[in-house]
């Protein structure tokens, strides 16, 4: 959002050695790099400070001063915060007014190249732009939909901010019916650069709540980072469905303890399928992310 693009331009951070992952071709690509990709994280009124201290006491990390600005194209304010974190960064937000609509519904936010190719690229794979490009004191902002109903905010910087290659790269975790999950697939996949890790037709269904059931379960990767896409029937068990990143840490057990001892709460798991230990945690605001970590190597860490 506007407010992303201001705060990542602001508060910069050293240029990391380490290029950004090249795990799909990138001669299409728009993407900078997963590190300038953000959650976005609509916390509870009053609460950034107590997120920010969770999130921080979890995962370590910094995070930038807290500003009052208005981040969309209609008038309204919130407050806006940047968090870095080794697994990943978060733009969050605290509206003081009411939410303009579709904001809140988007996941993400993307830092493109070009915001002008962007458009047309996502134009070209089938998703929808629903919110016109928009100005912003440092470049542009602009919200694109994917078949199944998948908002994605997208942005550009006049001057391009320049951050460290994160720890590990988390995973957007995608839910989608049977029925649109084609059509998600050639336009995410397409609009990103992406390429399929792995496609399971019987994954565990116990790694979202459904013991004794089977899912298809989908890995992508693309210069905009990891996706895990569950299709499924809908028949989700809270909280399933909530959680819409995935972070990867080091030892699930002393993460949670860190979480816990945060003022987090786990709702679900510890959960050990498909080589790796996976819980859902609800940070104080509202937050709710799952995390995991991994005994595989084939998808540890950034490769």
């Known amino acids: 959002m506007a407010a992303a693009s201001v705060l990542l331009a602001v508060y910069a951070v050293p240029t990391s050695t380490n290029a950004p992952e090249k795990t799909a071709s990138s001669s299409s690509s728009i993407a900078v790099g997963p590190q300038y990709d953000t959650t976005h994280v609509y916390i509870e009124p009053g609460k950034m400070p107590a997120f920010a201290a969770s999130w921080k006491a979890t995962f370590g990390g910094t995070s930038t001063a807290v500003s009052v ?3 969309t194209p209609t008038p ?9 974190s080794p697994v990943g960064t978060l733009s969050v937000f605290d509206f003081q007014t009411p939410i303009p609509y579709p904001f809140g519904s988007e996941r993400t936010g993307w830092l493109l190249t070009n915001m002008a190719a ?13 919110v016109s490009p928009f100005p912003d ?3 542009r902002d602009a919200v694109i939909q994917f078949p199944g109903g998948i908002n994605t905010q997208v942005y550009w910087h006049t001057t391009a901010p320049a951050y460290k290659a994160l720890k590990t790269i988390p995973e957007n975790r995608v839910y989608v019916p049977a029925d649109a999950v084609s059509a998600f697939l050639r336009s995410y996949l397409k609009f990103s650069s992406g390429s399929v890790l792995s496609d399971s037709p019987k994954a565990d269904a116990g790694e979202i709540g459904l013991p004794g059931k089977t899912y298809r379960k989908i890995r992508l990767t693309s210069p905009f980072g990891r996706t895990v896409i569950m299709v499924t029937d809908g028949h989700l068990p809270y909280p399933f469905g909530r959680e819409v990143t995935g972070y990867e840490v080091s030892s699930l057990s002393s ?5 816990k001892a945060a003022g ?3 709702l679900w798991g510890p959960h ?3 080589g790796r230990n996976s819980a859902i ?3 104080p605001g509202g937050y709710i992310a799952e995390i995991h970590d991994v005994q595989q190597t084939s998808h540890a860490g950034q490769k």
């Open 137 to 139: 004191p440092v470049g």
């Open 272 to 274: 050990s399928a498909s």
């Open 118 to 130: 962007g458009i047309r690229q996502a134009q070209a794979s089938g998703a929808h732009v629903i």
């Open 255 to 259: 993460t949670l303890t860190k979480a």
């Open 281 to 283: 945690v609800k940070f």
């Open 76 to 84: 309204s304010q919130t407050k806006s915060q940047l968090i870095f």
């Open 264 to 266: 987090a709460t786990v």
């Open 69 to 71: 600005t208005d981040v």
